[in-house]
């Protein structure tokens, strides 16, 4: 295992989901104490999850490492990497009833720097520099998305915008639906889903492919239906606490992906996207100036 990658507790709260229940209780006792399971022996840990020493070895392979040995390697190796930050952040675990008010902002400042670092450290540079490159040569991108990650896809799509880039977003399933008709082979869909199981998304994200789209899912699941549906996959890593599933730790990962996209793009596109920018921005500015304008 390469320790400078991404926190192997993090690669393992991604696949929870989907993982089966003996294998999902392993991880979960993983994610709730790397520190604590980096010191323990195989047996104690397969009793504490109440499964067996070899579904322990059969869940390691699942996410990634040769064996229980690698895997307590791994996870002492994060443990001693995370003490740091939690000098600064001396409450980082779940938000809980009796926590004061100061403890619940160290605990969310804590888990939404946690979501963007191991976001950043576990996105595929090569992943994302293919899906800058079909961005540019599309004629048309669509940006789909509901709830939480439907606020996401908002933001892409203005920001798309701000550069030239003809763009079509809905968080309306509906809408979604017609727009996705309406792609070709000139197309690149974007669907947004922490889960990567929400049926107005894949629907949304299917119906696209089929007419053509090049597809890219965001989402938190490796191995969820989106991942597996879309051409390519941009994967986050987020910390989700108690009051906050699939609201602010996902968000952030993602639109943390959408402003890596957004430059990168940009980039890829100079000269368009600051004639873009500052055309747009003159307009905004000008707005601004007549709100205030009293005759």
């Given at each position: 295992m390469n320790m400078t990658a991404a926190p192997l507790s993090a690669v393992?709260?991604?696949?929870?989901?989907?993982?089966?229940?003996?294998?999902?209780r392993v991880g979960e006792i993983i994610v709730a104490d790397p520190s604590r399971v980096s010191t323990m022996s195989i047996g104690s840990l397969a009793v504490?999850?109440?499964t067996s020493e070899t579904t322990v070895v059969r869940f390691c392979r699942e996410v990634g490492v040769a064996g229980y040995s690698?895997?307590?390697i791994g996870l002492a190796h994060e443990a001693g990497a995370r003490s740091q930050a939690e000098e600064v952040y001396s409450d980082t675990g779940d938000i809980l009833p009796s926590d004061s008010l100061n403890s619940v902002v160290k605990k969310i400042a804590y888990a939404d720097l946690k979501s963007v670092e191991d976001t950043s450290r576990m996105l595929s540079l090569s992943d994302l520099s293919?899906?800058?490159a079909d961005v540019v040569a599309a004629e048309r991108i669509q940006v789909f998305g509901v709830g939480a990650s439907g606020l996401v896809a908002l933001?892409?799509?203005?920001?798309l915008e701000r550069i030239g880039l003809v763009t079509d977003c809905s968080?309306?399933?509906h809408r979604a639906i017609t727009i996705a008709a309406l792609a070709t082979d000139k197309t690149v869909t974007f669907g947004f889903s922490h889960s990567g199981s929400t049926v107005d998304t894949l629907e949304a994200l299917r119906i696209a492919g089929a007419n053509g789209a090049t597809t890219v899912g965001v989402t938190n699941s490796p191995d969820s239906p989106l991942a597996k549906m879309a051409d390519k996959t941009l994967l986050t890593a987020a910390r989700e606490t108690t009051f906050r599933s699939g609201a602010t730790g996902s968000r952030l990962a993602q639109l943390m992906i959408v402003d890596c996209l957004f430059v990168a793009i940009a980039q890829q596109t100079f000269e368009a996207s600051i004639r873009a920018l500052e055309v747009t921005r003159a307009a905004i500015e000008?707005?601004?100036?007549?709100r205030h304008y009293k005759p």
């Open positions: 393992i709260r991604r696949k929870l989901p989907d993982l089966q229940p003996a294998m999902r504490e999850a109440k690698e895997l307590r293919a899906v800058v933001d892409f799509e203005q920001k968080i309306d399933p000008d707005s601004r100036s007549r």
